[in-house]
């Protein structure tokens, strides 16, 4: 590992260099380096870790920190200076899925599709053509599953004139001259959606559930045409292949795309495995480590007073909502 001390007058060797060698967020193997390195010079050392055993699935990184030795006017000692994490090339993708455990059953009525197996069922309102429920171990889980979402609230830069210019969006009277003015003049937010397909199938041990649908925008000069595969195992991993088509005239940008979710309100707490802990963005996620954290819903709260992006943790492999129960019950993405 190459190291460059970019202070100019401060020798590497008053701060407490340490590393750790990390498996999916958890320290597997830690040690500390001894560097005597003047300003403005660079030189490369040896990081004594040893290679884990590799398991099928895991990421393996490697941190590298900076730290104040002794306490100072302006920080304790242990405060962290600077640090850096690596990706080492070890990954092995996980070579089969874990077998079905039991058979699925599916009823299906005149207004919805029911998809049950040991401990857990699924249903689908066909009116809707959408996931209403997720119930495990006897506790329901969501409110509403998958819906298309290309809308957020205009935020301040979205609302200022001096951005209209960059956005090409046409100007219509009525709706200024500011980077939101396209998405209501195309009615972004008015969006009415139609349903055109439902359909649900067995296919070896698994069932699939088909969705198509066409999302029109407010003023019906274009549409979002949406299309749902969501396969469910015998262990009820439920997998969602999710593609969006825009056809006709549309905004020249969109203020997102994607699909929200609510949730059951119980599911207070979450967990995620990904940059963190405050929220960052990526435009600035360099400065947020990999690993596991938590938090809450009410914690990841930020009271804008006018709305504003918030809450936002990017590069996550996966996360976890749990009620207070402690993941006694809850749900993975």
């Avoid at 066409?214 to 009820?236: P, Q, R, W």
């Avoid at 905004?251 to 599911?267: A, V």
């Avoid at 492999?317 to 207070?324: E, G, I, L, Q």
């Amino acid at each position: 590992m190459e190291i460059t001390n970019r202070f100019l007058f401060t020798n590497l060797n008053e701060l407490q260099c340490g590393w750790e060698l990390q498996g999916d967020g958890e320290t597997l193997d830690h040690g500390s380096l001894s560097l005597n390195l003047e300003p403005q010079k660079s030189t490369i050392i040896a990081v004594p870790f040893k290679k884990p055993v590799i398991s099928e699935g895991i990421e393996y990184q490697l941190l590298v920190s900076f730290r104040l030795k002794e306490k100072t006017r302006w920080a304790d000692r242990g405060f962290e200076i600077s640090w850096d994490q690596f990706n080492l090339p070890w990954f092995i993708p996980l070579q089969k899925a874990i077998p079905s455990t039991s058979s699925l059953s599916v009823l299906d009525d005149k207004d919805q599709v029911t998809i049950s197996g040991k401990a857990f069922k699924y249903v689908f309102d066909k009116a809707k053509s959408e996931l209403v429920s997720i119930n495990l171990k006897g506790k329901e889980m969501i409110k509403r599953g998958a819906r298309l979402n290309v809308w957020h609230a205009p935020l301040a830069n979205e609302l200022d004139e001096w951005s209209f210019g960059y956005t090409n969006s046409r100007e219509m009277i009525g709706y200024g001259r500011v980077a939101a003015t396209g998405w209501y003049s195309e009615g972004l937010d008015k969006l009415k959606t139609i349903n055109e397909m439902f359909t649900v199938r067995k296919t070896g041990d698994n069932v699939i559930v088909e969705i198509k649908n066409l999302t029109m925008l407010g003023n019906k000069s274009g549409a979002f045409i949406s299309h749902y595969v969501y396969s469910i195992d015998g262990n009820g991993e439920m997998t969602i292949d999710h593609s969006v088509l825009p056809d006709g005239q549309m905004p020249s940008w969109l203020p997102r795309i994607g699909t929200d979710w609510i949730l059951d309100s119980s599911l207070r707490n979450v967990e995620w495995y990904g940059r963190g802990p405050q929220e960052n963005y990526p435009d600035r996620k360099t400065g947020y480590k990999t690993g596991i954290y938590k938090s809450t819903v009410k914690d990841m709260y930020e009271p804008y007073l006018i709305p504003q992006d918030y809450g936002l943790r990017t590069d996550n492999r996966w996360v976890r909502m749990t009620d207070n129960e402690r993941y006694r019950s809850g749900i993975q993405w």
